[in-house]
């Protein structure tokens, strides 16, 4: 969430951080599910992939519908959102919310109990807490290794400061705590997302901003899917934008996958690799 040194008041209104956590939210689950699916049929169990890609699917529709885009793009603009949820958007998309939680917990008893998969996941492409720690490992990656942080939580930027987000960790750093993490984020997104919904305050969209002024700095600080993403803007004359630093969570974590390929066989590469699911190209920005 945005904050600038210059006095200008370029903080969005409360209903436009709501609308914002609820985008994020379900890019979350979207891509949680998409990932549960691939590291099922990664782990042998192609099941597991028809699953989840089919309700993924299903909630991409969602979002088209009622936001216009699959993938949610250009949704977030300055000051504010450029989307809204009327009533029976908003009913639609709790009933759906209820539906995919119940094939959640159906899909993770599966997952827990199938002893092929588990014999796949556990111990492997373990990073440990320490080395996490060393490595400055954030996001998903950083929970599943002992580490419970969590821009959502602390700091805990507007509106999830109202929604106190409970952060799902896990000790282990293999592949099955990287699996669970996932189940449990799916499930606190959904629950996250029913609290918006039925919270949405009134309000704007989108608050004016005016021209930023030469000198004026500012940052964006928010917890994606992967992890943290980190933007600082520096303006120059006329608006122009004279510097910029992106951060993005795959930046950061690519050392902790090298890491965590070390002792394990091959063919688990590709399961350790998409228990990360880096961005090969910084798509997280």
């Known amino acids: 969430m945005p904050r600038a040194s210059s006095s200008r008041k370029a903080q969005p209104g409360r209903r436009a951080l709501y609308l914002r956590a609820l985008l994020l939210e379900r890019e979350r689950i979207a891509n949680h599910l998409g990932d549960l ?45 450029a989307c809204d949820v009327d009533h029976a958007a908003a009913c639609a998309l709790l009933d759906e919310g209820e539906h995919l939680a119940s094939e959640l917990r159906t899909l993770r008893a599966i997952y827990y109990d199938h002893s092929g998969l588990q014999d796949r996941c556990i111990t492997c492409g373990r990073l440990g807490p320490r080395a996490a720690a060393l490595l400055g490992v954030v996001g998903l990656a950083a929970r599943s290794s002992g580490h419970a942080m969590d ?39 959904l629950r996250l997302q029913r609290l918006v919904l039925e919270r949405l305050p009134a309000g704007e969209l ?23 993403v980190f933007v600082a803007l520096h303006a120059g004359e006329g608006g122009r934008v004279r510097r910029c630093h992106p951060h993005d969570p795959s930046w950061q974590n ?22 990360f699911n880096l961005s090969y190209a910084g798509a997280d920005l």
């Open 206 to 228: 989108r608050a004016p901003l005016g021209a930023a002024a030469e000198g004026a700095f500012g940052i964006g600080w928010v917890e994606g899917w992967r992890g943290e």
């Open 37 to 81: 699916g691939a590291l099922g049929n990664d782990g042998g169990l192609a099941f597991g992939l028809a699953q989840f890609s089919r309700l993924k699917e299903d909630l991409l529709r969602s979002n088209e519908r009622v936001f216009g885009y699959r993938y949610l793009m250009d949704r977030v603009v300055p000051g504010g959102v």
């Open 151 to 189: 821009a959502r939580a602390h700091p805990g930027f507007a509106p999830y400061g109202e929604l106190q987000p409970a952060v799902a960790s896990h000790r282990n750093g293999d592949v099955a705590a990287r699996i669970v993490v996932r189940f449990e984020e799916a499930f606190e997104s």
């Open 254 to 275: 690519w050392p902790a996958l090298e890491h965590a390929v070390i002792g394990n066989i091959v063919p688990d590469f590709p399961l350790i690799n998409k228990s």
